[in-house]
Structure formats: structure tokens, C-alpha cells
């Protein structure tokens, strides 16, 4: 049975340690489509060492810097075959602002396992703590298996975020690259879906598909710019569930709606029709 909630629920993933230095954060700026502007203040506060600022979404890509294989996803209780998986959701909390440089250890464990029928979802919580055991960030990551479900399990809660009836606040285009899962394959993620055109047609797409992290990197920075001032150390989290796939090249239109509980924001892909891309997406700041 590839999956089995009564194992997986609970189970402690173990503990890493890593680090990283201002080059690492560069490069995942620059893999988000950072510095387009070189001559910008803005930008080089993402690329340059000199006043070098962290966007919390770095956080997803810290402690995987260093790992060259393809993940693989073999946890206990859960047993997928790679080609199965996407990305459901992502939330990082950010307890404080991430400094360019550092050393700290990671744990995770499975904290959730639904069945959704066709498809199942598990959900993983890491939380990081410097050396001191001062805390650092919290991730909760959803992993969207498809044809894995119908094995029992609680179907789950509904997590959406209800956009506002009224207009968007700001309407925002951003452009990707064509080489861009190329690059952010760098920061850590060799799945080969994002890279190698036979393996993403088996799984089911027409070419390699842009990675769903890299995507939410795209429009936390996108959405900080706009609303922030390019301040990340005023984000405190950001959350979204990744709704459909992107294709490196093409641009992205991101509406945010500014409320209480913080900026609400969809995405979608403006040349195949507003195609949803991220959805029930959340920032909320420190202020």
C-alpha cells in the first residue's frame, strides 16, 4: 500500500543541518528573476552583497542548497512515484528576518495525510532554530499526489482564501524566462519534470513545467515590491496553493486586494486565457 495514514501521521522526518552564505540568496534571487534592473536600489538589495536583504521564500530552498539528486518521495507510511507528484500548498512564517548568511537545523515531520479521492495530500511542517535555539522560520508544505488517493483517509478542511467582490487593488504583469527552471533547478530541486522534455511528457505535460517554489518565489517578490517598498523585513508570512502549472517564458498576472487579515492575492496565466496559476494566496506583514 503505497500510503498509509496510521504510519505517516506523526512520523518525524529527522533533523538537518545546513548553512548558507550571501552567494546561495543571490543566486535564488536571481532565480526568481531578480536584477532585471541592474541599476535599480531595489533590485541590488536582492543581488548585491553590499546591503543584501533575504525574501522569506528563501527559506523553501535553504536547507536543499546542496542536494544534486532528484528528490525522491519515500516517507513512512508513504511510498509515490515521483512522476505522480505536484506541489498542493506552501506557507513559510518567517519568525524574524532570515539573515544573508547563517547556519541552522531543520526538523520535519508529516503532520497531515488527506484523501481526496483521486489524488492524495501530505503535509509536512519544518521548523528551523539557530544554533542558539533562537526560531528562524516555520514551512508547512502540502505534496499533491495524483492517483494516489481512495485509501481511507479524512478528506481534510477547506483552507480557502475568499477573495474580495470588489476590484483588485493593483493588477500586476510579470514576465518569466525561458531558461528559468534551469536556473532555479540550481537552488536545490533536480526533479527532472522541470528540466527534461521526455520525462515531462510521461508525466503528462507537453514540455518541462516551471517549478511551483520557484513561481511562488516570483510573486512574493512581486507583490513585496509593489506593496512593500521591496521591504522583505516586513513580511511575516506568505501562503498559496498552487492551482496550475506555468511554462518557463510566459508572464504572469498577479490582482491583490489589500484587507485586514492582509494582501490577498490571485494569479493566473494571461495567455491561456487567465489560466488559474497560484490561488488562496496570502501575505501578511509585519506592520
Known amino acids: 500500500m503505497p500510503i498509509d495514514p496510521s504510519v505517516a501521521i506523526g512520523?518525524?522526518?529527522g533533523e538537518v543541518s545546513f548553512a548558507w552564505t550571501a552567494s546561495d540568496v543571490q543566486l535564488y534571487h536571481l532565480a526568481l528573476g531578480a536584477g532585471s534592473d541592474p541599476l535599480s536600489p531595489r533590485e541590488l538589495r536582492y543581488t548585491y552583497e553590499d546591503g543584501l536583504q533575504v525574501l522569506p521564500t528563501f527559506a523553501t530552498v535553504a536547507a536543499n542548497l546542496r542536494v544534486f539528486e532528484p528528490p525522491a518521495v519515500s516517507f513512512p507510511g508513504v511510498e509515490v512515484d515521483l512522476g505522480k507528484v505536484l506541489h498542493g500548498k506552501q506557507e513559510v512564517i518567517a519568525h524574524r528576518p532570515i539573515p544573508a548568511s547563517g547556519?541552522?537545523?531543520a526538523r520535519t515531520r508529516i503532520v497531515d495525510v488527506f484523501d481526496k479521492g483521486k489524488a492524495a495530500v501530505i503535509v509536512n511542517e519544518t521548523v528551523a532554530i539557530e544554533s542558539d535555539g533562537t526560531p528562524l522560520w516555520t514551512l508547512r508544505s502540502s505534496i499533491f499526489a495524483r492517483g494516489e488517493g481512495g485509501f481511507g483517509g479524512e478528506r481534510g478542511p477547506s483552507d480557502r482564501v475568499e477573495l474580495p467582490s470588489r476590484e483588485p487593488d493593483a493588477v500586476i504583469d510579470t514576465p518569466t524566462s525561458p531558461q528559468q527552471a534551469l536556473l532555479y533547478r540550481l537552488c536545490g530541486d533536480r526533479n527532472p519534470l522541470h528540466a527534461d522534455p521526455a520525462f515531462a511528457a510521461a508525466a503528462g505535460f507537453d514540455k518541462p513545467i516551471l517549478h511551483g517554489l520557484c513561481t511562488y518565489g516570483v510573486i512574493?517578490?512581486?507583490?513585496?515590491?509593489?506593496?512593500?517598498?521591496?521591504?522583505t523585513s516586513r513580511v511575516a508570512s506568505f501562503s498559496a496553493k498552487f492551482a496550475g502549472v506555468v511554462f518557463p517564458g510566459e508572464p504572469l498576472r498577479t490582482r491583490?486586494?489589500?484587507?485586514?487579515?492582509?494582501?490577498?492575492?490571485?494569479?493566473?496565466?494571461?495567455?491561456r486565457g487567465d489560466a488559474p496559476v497560484l490561488s488562496d494566496t496570502l501575505l501578511t506583514t509585519t506592520d
Open 11 to 13: 512520523a518525524d522526518l
Open 103 to 105: 547556519k541552522a537545523v
Open 220 to 231: 512574493a517578490k512581486t507583490v513585496t515590491d509593489e506593496f512593500l517598498d521591496g521591504d
Open 256 to 271: 491583490v486586494w489589500r484587507e485586514p487579515a492582509g494582501l490577498m492575492i490571485m494569479t493566473t496565466a494571461p495567455d
